[in-house]
């Protein structure tokens, strides 16, 4: 890596953290929230370490206050947040929930104050359980109850809120949950893999839609996870087919549905079954933005175990891992943000990237500091290199439910002790402030 740490972003720059409804608001039965899928996965047995759950998570629903104190002591000038789906229309659609709608007010109003520029994503993975009694994303109708709450979260928050996104991860969750089977709501079914994917696609048109209609001056985005995927084995022919089938259902089903208006060749046979005439128009709409997750290379090779007979491989032996075993490599990020504007041709804003630990204890996270110098100088070379990079937001502000993982993981830059909430800045949080703090020479 030949970083250059001194390298300074363009003004304007948004340098955030992002974090998700579930993984962090805990609240789970208060105040009239609804139950989601996550809360159904995490009370089946051996899905979630531990026997886990989001019930409490880090209390964010009543310490957001605080939350929102501890990005403006760090310099944030933006916060990527979800909205609970269930928390404001408990049942999915129908009657919306008063006081879940006024707690994003109050998120919403404390950020504005503080000068902090709110993002919000309208899914990240909670899907109400009512929805999913009704077939959840393999069934066609949750494309429009989604466009549904989308209306619901417009017509209430567009007034201050500018910045929209519509799904998070949208190859993440549909292939963990219907493929992996570990995700919610844990299916391991091709066909009802290919149709969620289809259904969610159109979930993200309907809402690119009624975002644009209901909100001024919105900018409107989605958020996709695109990570390398590599061949195990770059000699072996089964392992780059792997590869590259893994590449199409995580890079590229979406963003190419979504941006280009069709679906990879491998992909596109198989969910032809389930495109009606008129589809791929709903589905491509023209967004503002996109929005880029990107955390390590992957690596493939077949795997007869799961739906798609292609599977994790191993990364090699000399490469530098984190923590909890991803491996790292600045360099494809930097490669990412540079293809995705040639291939998208829009602005790039890095809406999740961070580094997850198992073993760190308090604040002391070294590891964590240098990975985020790293990446962020291999961002600067992309942009020394011409992309378009507007922002980034570190994964995550707090350390957090780490879904099927429990609570083991952590990925924040703010230490959280669970048995007291007690927050405490990391080291590698202080040196993200000063970092921000150099790039707007103050
Ligand atoms: C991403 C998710 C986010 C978090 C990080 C570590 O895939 O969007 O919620 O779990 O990984």
Same mark, same amino acid.
């Given at each position: 890596m030949t970083g250059r740490s001194d390298f300074r972003f363009p003004p304007g720059f948004r340098w955030g953290a992002s974090t998700s409804a579930y993984q962090i608001e805990g609240a789970a039965n208060e105040d009239g929230r609804g139950p989601s899928i996550w809360d159904t996965l995490c009370r089946m047995k051996d899905r979630v370490d531990n026997g886990e759950?989001? @019930?409490?998570?880090? @209390?964010h629903y009543h310490r957001y206050r605080e939350d929102v104190a501890l990005m403006r002591g760090l310099g944030l000038n933006a916060y990527r947040f979800s909205v609970a789906w269930p928390r404001v229309l408990p049942r999915g659609r129908g009657a919306v929930n008063a006081a879940g709608l006024d707690f994003y007010d109050r998120l919403i109003d404390s950020l504005l104050e503080a000068e902090i520029e709110p993002w919000l994503c309208l899914y990240h993975w909670d899907l109400p359980q009512a929805l999913q009694d009704l077939g959840g994303w393999a069934s066609r109708d949750t494309a429009g109850w989604f466009a549904d709450y989308a209306a619901v979260c417009a017509r209430r928050y567009g007034d201050r809120v500018k910045n929209w996104a519509t799904i998070n991860e949208f190859s993440v969750f549909t292939l963990f949950a219907y493929a992996f089977g570990a995700g919610a709501p844990g299916i391991s079914d091709r066909q009802e893999h290919l149709k969620a994917m289809h259904h969610v696609n159109l979930a993200h048109g309907a809402g690119v839609d009624v975002l644009r209609a209901l909100v001024p001056g919105g900018s409107i985005g989605a958020v996709h996870s695109v990570q390398t995927c590599r061949p195990e084995d770059p000699a072996n022919p089964e392992h780059c087919e792997s590869a590259a089938l893994f590449d199409e259902l995580w890079n590229l089903a979406f963003p190419d549905a979504q941006l280009l208006g069709h679906y990879p060749p491998r992909i596109a046979a198989l969910i032809e079954p389930y495109v009606q005439a008129g589809d791929m128009a709903r589905i491509c709409r023209p967004i503002d933005w996109f929005g880029l997750n990107h955390y390590a290379p992957m690596y493939s090779k077949p795997d007869d175990g799961n739906v798609w007979g292609c599977g994790w491989g191993a990364a090699p032996d000399d490469m530098p891992r984190t923590d909890i075993g991803w491996p790292m490599d600045p360099t494809a990020f930097r490669d990412v943000l540079l293809d995705l504007g040639k291939r998208y041709r829009l602005p790039v804003y890095v809406t999740e990237n961070g580094f997850g630990s198992k073993t760190e204890t308090g604040t002391d996270d070294p590891r964590r500091l240098a990975y985020l110098r790293d990446y962020i100088a291999a961002m600067g070379e992309a942009l020394m290199a011409g992309a378009d990079v507007r922002g980034y937001f570190v994964w995550s502000l707090l350390d957090n439910f780490e879904w099927n993982g429990g609570y083991a993981p952590r990925f924040g830059i703010v230490h959280v002790d669970y048995e007291t909430q007690a927050r405490t800045p990391k080291e590698s949080a202080r040196w993200y402030a000063d970092f921000i703090r150099g790039q707007r020479g103050v």
């Open positions: 759950t989001g @019930d409490v998570a880090c @209390d």
